[in-house]
């Protein structure tokens, strides 16, 4: 086991993601994070309450959305779909997808498909935790990106939430 | 996460833990349909034939619905019109349909025990659609949602069943359903539309009077009288029938309390409901046909990879 983030620096890159979403938008009304179910939530809300903290005006929607239905492996495997929730019209709006760990890519783009369905954002942001080089099985790339490693396709990388770390198995 | 059975004959044989998670599936999609665009593309790649071989409005077109809004590809049969009557076999239907490549069948038959029949056949996935006068297990599993949705949870509610209980499949069906899910059952309504044997076969409480039987419960699925069904005169009159048994807003405002009204359709307003209750806010019928959709999605999302046939 190696440990990639600690809690002390996990603490650090969340403050900086959380920074650089409120670099890019001066206008935080128009930003919409939505956490993707099950894991990215986690990350979400962290990133959400960091921003709530900073003192700024304005915060962003905040929104949780399930992409289990969008899946495209669901002839291998039916996975337990959790709660989508969405209390706000995404039209025009800037949405920044939020995941733990960007892997092969599918689940973001199902996310993307997923989001669609919910109307037509004026543009679609991605924001990870993790990013795990060389392994892309979609060109999918993060515009947020906590921290970029590589690892080979045996190893697991968890982000444990309770203990505040990230390790690589 | 799977279902135990590759088909849904009945609710006889079905487990709990099916039943649940049917159920909370369907509460996913229920918030699918809310949405701007209400379709997923799970079912894309499959092709679905709804077989009626029996006259059908709610359960066709909310199957149709339901697969569409899951982006399966779907072919509509009905009996009336088809080579049936030309003297093709219901098996040998099924295998012509079945060798142009589709994945799952729905059906409804006027015989009781088709589905099982076919599904010691063919190799595909079959939903029963309603079965003669044995079951509709969609119906009662939408039934269930309901009266969840409404009351929180069927654990200990007091449920009756009225009206034409000897040749109600959606009446079987939300027995077996209910006792497994902890409700306590009652069938009311005329002694000659009542088996004799339930009380012992399915351990049911037994009602003759109506008065009484909605005093009891929590909530009443009120059902038709099933006319195609009866070969014989069960009772004198629809007149009759409806003094005796017909809800009506002077009955539920007799009682000291709120209960829930539900019907499967089609209705015979006048008849077994009276049109005041139908339309009143007692009434969840219109909920019923709207979780019938999100239900059935639920059934054949959790079918749609459904092995071991």
Known sequence: MLTILDKSRLQITIERLACQVIENYIDLTSVALIGIQPRGVFLADKIYDQISNMGVHQLPQYGRMDITFYRDDIRKELHEPNKTDIPFSIEEKNVILIDDVLYTGRTIRAAMDALLSFGRPYKVELCVLINRRYSRQLPIQPDYCGKAIDSIISQKVKVEWDREEVNLY | MQLSTPHLLGIKDLPIADIDLILSTASHFKDVLQRPIKKVPSLRDTTIVNLFYENSTRTRISFELAEKRLSADTLNFSASGSSVSKGESLLDTVKNILSMKVDMVVMRHSSSGAPHFLAKHIPVAIVNAGDGINEHPTQALLDAFSIKEKCGTLEGKKVVLIGDIMHSR????????????????????????????????????????????????????????????????????????????????????????????????????????????????????????????????????????????
């Open chain 2, 170 to 309: 959606v009446a079987l069906s939300n027995i077996y359903l209910l006792k497994k899910a902890g409700a306590e059952v009652m069938v009311a309504g005329p002694p000659t539309l009542i088996p004799i044997y339930i009380q012992e076969a399915l351990d049911v409480r037994v009602e003759y009077n109506l008065k009484k039987a909605l005093q009891w419960c929590d909530v009443a699925n009120v059902l038709r009288i099933q006319l195609e069904r009866q070969n014989e005169v069960l009772f004198s009159s629809l007149r009759e029938y409806n003094l005796a048994y017909g809800i009506s807003k002077k009955t539920l405002e007799a009682l000291n309390k709120e209960i829930v009204i539900l019907h499967p359709g089609p209705i015979n307003r006048g008849v077994e409901i009276d049109s005041d209750v139908a339309d009143s806010s007692h009434s969840i019928i219109l909920q019923q046909v709207e979780n019938g959709v999100a239900v059935r999605m639920a059934v054949l999302y959790l079918l749609s990879n459904a092995q071991n046939f």
